[in-house]
């Protein structure tokens, strides 16, 4: 996976952060559709987490197979 797909991914993931956290009813944020959308933003943090781990260890090959 190229560097560019994974910033594309993370701009979609921080998207739906974005779009998550407009259905959050913040007077009761562990009712009903509010918990689905407390999931999905923490659904999209995991995976922001996870392609900058994956973008790192890239880094971290290439540094060490130009050596």
Request: aromatic share 8%; net charge positive.
């Amino acid at each position: 996976m190229s560097r560019t797909l994974s910033i594309i991914f993370i701009v979609i993931a921080i998207g739906l952060i974005a779009y998550n956290v407009t259905l959050v009813n913040f007077a009761h944020p562990f009712e009903k559709n509010s918990t689905i959308a407390l999931i999905g933003i923490m659904a999209s943090l995991c995976a922001i987490v996870l392609l900058l781990v994956f973008v790192t260890s890239k880094k971290i090959k290439d540094k060490l197979n130009n050596d």
